[in-house]
């Protein structure tokens, strides 16, 4: 099945500062969703990248789709308090069939 | 419009007893998702439903199943539980190939 490597598994920030989370494939993808799931709640979509090499900027995040179309990275500029959850990519080399990484967990400390 | 609904909220069982979630997706939608989450972990996939068919599942023992109805609402079986099946479990609809919503979930808890 679909390998999905996601890294760091955590994160502790300084507001203010900068984060990455990255995320692998071991095969070609079609395309990528990235998602937020806040501490008790339930995931929700951020953005989907389909073309090589794309980059997607929501206010402070930017997201990326690698040239080979087997990796992605959601960057957020001077993280805030509101950015505290997980963040979850979510892989398809089908374009119907998703395969979530393990997500990365955000704390970020004021 | 309303979004992807779950019931129960909470659900309490012993091993080995049979329980059955349910799901209503955003009107319009015709795929289902259902995915398992246990505490502190990511999602893990495990049934996927679409214009009433089974399209895809996950690596789960058969005891895991469910189905689709002509309304696209879903149902989510699960015989003989255990104790490791406690998990929030988790139903998304989508239209197409596009985003998926999420329902609040179901949190399960097998004593």
């Known amino acids: 099945g679909q390998q999905v490597m996601q890294i760091p598994q955590y994160q502790h920030v300084q507001e203010g500062e900068d984060f990455t989370t990255y995320c692998n494939s071991s095969?070609?993808?079609?395309?990528i969703q990235w998602y937020k799931q806040r501490p008790g709640g339930h995931p929700v979509f951020l953005i989907q990248?389909?073309?090589?090499?794309e980059v997607k900027k929501q206010k402070r995040l930017t997201f990326q789709f690698g040239e080979a179309k087997k990796n992605s990275s959601l960057h957020i500029t001077a993280t805030q308090t509101t950015d505290v959850g997980t963040y979850f990519c979510?892989?398809?080399?089908?374009?119907?069939?998703?395969?979530f990484g393990t997500g990365t967990s955000l704390t970020v400390i004021p | 419009e309303a979004g992807v609904t779950q019931s129960p909220t909470h659900l309490i069982k012993t091993r080995g007893q049979q329980v059955t979630l349910r799901c209503s997706p955003i009107?319009?939608?015709?795929?289902v998702y259902w995915y398992q989450q246990a505490l502190g972990l990511g999602l893990q996939f495990l049934l996927w439903?679409?214009?009433?068919?089974?399209?895809n599942r996950g690596n789960f023992p058969p005891r895991f199943s469910g189905r689709q109805f002509p309304n696209y609402s879903s149902e989510l079986n699960v015989n003989a539980l255990e104790l490791e099946d406690s998990a929030l479990y988790l139903c998304?609809?989508?239209?197409?190939?596009?985003?998926?919503?999420f329902g609040p979930g179901t949190r399960l808890t097998v004593l």
């Open positions: 095969t070609t993808l079609s395309n």
């Open positions: 990248l389909v073309k090589s090499g």
């Open positions: 439903y679409d214009e009433g068919e089974e399209r």
């Open positions: 998304a609809s989508s239209l197409g190939w596009g985003e998926q919503f």
């Open positions: 979510a892989l398809s080399n089908t374009g119907n069939q998703f395969y």
């Open positions: 009107s319009g939608h015709t795929s």
